[in-house]
């Protein structure tokens, strides 16, 4: 498939505006501010503007009409200020991981993740062979190197299923030990594969750690450093030049091709996250890059066990490029609500038929290792969102007083997964960033229907709202810097607590 960047203009969100150019609704606008504008503590409101407000951009009318929903954000809002204020980095003691331990690791990753489209940009044995090298005292590793060692290390241990007692403060340790580099990486870092590499493992573990604004700026990083690289520029033809000359006279390969193009579709699709997740500006630009589309298996051999790797690129992608239409449609050009309501149910049914082409809920079932599952569940998850967010911002849903009863559907159907994805985990504390990412606006979707909807049936969402503020709390006993997660999900159970069962 030949895909460029012209295929869309662009319309970027301003950075400065916590909504972006997403529509919202006026009388909920005072509310929000007068919120964000009550808290002192400004790491505190940048947690708060970026990791669940910006999430509610187009649901929020549901939440701040209604005086029970802002009561409990409020609530959460003080006890996040009081947890910010008062929070200490607690350094933990180095755990013992042996060389033994440190080796399997390594080797459980390098068997499970070594797709060709996506590659570490080291040698499995020279990887093997630094828990040796660290005993070695004039050996000296740079920040990009050991940044890549302790994220190879933490997805090990994640596929390991061998019980490991202090497992979850071995997680914690090498997530400190990665975070503490950044500064130093940052100041260092060039534009190499493993610096790239490098950026995409930091992208995911500051997402976990709820720090979305860093991210944002790693993120940054990686989107130069593949320009640099030739990543937005593969498919590229110089004026007057010949395709097939162009091909032939290249010392590139066509696997090398690939892999750029499968990496750079990647980072297309992260920005669109971080445009939609959290109202961030895009930095892939319309016009900035000419792409086309990899061949799924990157080396032209189709392996088998590569298969949910393919289909969720294929299905991913095809999301992505839905998004990018989203996300550059101007609603607000439209005077005309019928126009603009057009629009978006020509997206959500893009999004119904590419659940359907792909079987998405069944490839879920069928899955049958922890990489597949996720795999799986990502696109699950991604559509579900894009299905709730697209239907919410139709002036028509906008204007009811009510939620659309296949939204709440929707919301129900997403937590539920995700209930059944963690209860097979062995590791469910550390999958925090898909409830940043993908389950928070399903979470607050369904707390308002159980608020607002006066409906008699609500146990069995209660119950499940329940399940999920008991998990971020479980989560946040391990990880302190996602106890002001936990704090926004305690705040809407006890709401939905006492709708459910008034005093």
Known sequence: MSTSSDITGTRPASIDLLHGSQPQTPNTQP???SMLNGIKDDQARSLLSSNVFCHLRNVESRLFENETCVKAVETAMEEVERLESTREINVLDPPVITKEMAKRWVKSYYEAYQFEGFRVPLEKSFVMSIPDLLEIPHVHMDSTLKIIYYNILLQGIILDSEYLPGRGKIIQYLYQSSMMLVDDWLCHIENTLPNMFAAFVM?????EGCNSEMSWKIFGYACNIARALGFFSVDEQSDGQDPQSVSHSSSESEVDKNRKRFEFWHLLRMDCLFRLSFGKPALIPGGSWTVNFPDPTITGVDDASTRFIQIHF?????LTLTLLKYLDLDVEMHQDTDVSDQALDALIAEVQAIMSDWNAEELFNSATNHVDTWFSADILFSS????I??????RCNQSSQFLPRHTV???RKSLKMFQSLMSAELHAYWGISLILLHQFIPFFILCADIIGSHRYELEDDFILVSWLNDFVDKA???RPELRPVAAIAKAMTIACQQIQLPT
Do not use: G, N, P, W
């Open 389 to 394: 967010v697209f239907t919410q911002s139709k």
């Open 384 to 387: 579900y969102k894009m299905l």
């Open 314 to 318: 294929l299905a991913s992608m095809r």
């Open 476 to 478: 946040a006993e391990e």
């Open 409 to 411: 559907d929707v919301a």
């Open 203 to 207: 992208i995911s573990m500051t997402l």
């Open 31 to 33: 509310v929000i501010h």
